[in-house]
């Protein structure tokens, strides 16, 4: 396994082999203080001005700033994501959350290995693994032990049993710990959800989301509105359109050091 995993991904993209187990066997993975603190009080006085005193439970961000295009295409995550997708990766959607204890919320699970018409897949072949829509998850708040929001069910990504899904406060559910600017990975082929919000404080969260080149999740159009925010190649390549013939793969950029975004 070791030489495996070293000729997939190692080398290149600095995901580590205990990183790339981590995902194996849970279906998820955190990455711990990727965003600074002041790329963190940017973005959420950015947020603040745009929502306006407002509280919708989602919310527009990607266009507001060139800070926002930027962590699309941040190394770290694209370095992730290269590992979990492959070269010819894309961008399919975006949306923040944010929840308080004011608003309604659906407790739910959702998702599944190849729920939603197949798409959400998890799988090993050819000595990579073969996934459908990735999310990142950016928290730019904190998140504490039974705070609610968020949740899933570890290793349901490889569950063969399809039919049955916990009740959401189930001892199998997990509601991850998260501080402010740590990203958190998921495929959706993990079983996950929503558990109501119980902090006083709010919790605000940026999603993105990441499909192979041949797929799409939502309509392709929705990206278009980002291209003119796109400032360098790396970008502009996220944002194209699904397609399989001659498909060129990312331009990759280096990791620089230890430096946050």
Known sequence: MRDLINTCCMAETRVTEAEIYEFDLNGYIVYRNLIGSDDLTAMNTLIDDHLAGENPSRFSFVELDPVFMRLMAHPRTLAAMRTIIGDWLRHDHAYGIQMTTDQQTRENLHGGLRADQGEHQYQWANGKMWNGLIVVMYALEDVNPGDGGFVLVPGSHKASFDTYKPDVHS????NPTLQAGDMLI?????VHGT??????QRRRSLLYKYS???SSWSSPSNNDKYLESATDDTQRDLLRPPFVGNRSPLAFPAIDGDTKF
């Open 186 to 190: 998921f495929t959706e082929a993990l």
């Open 195 to 200: 558990r109501c919000w119980t902090s006083q």
């Open 212 to 214: 192979p080149g041949y």
């Open 171 to 174: 001892h199998l559910v997990v």
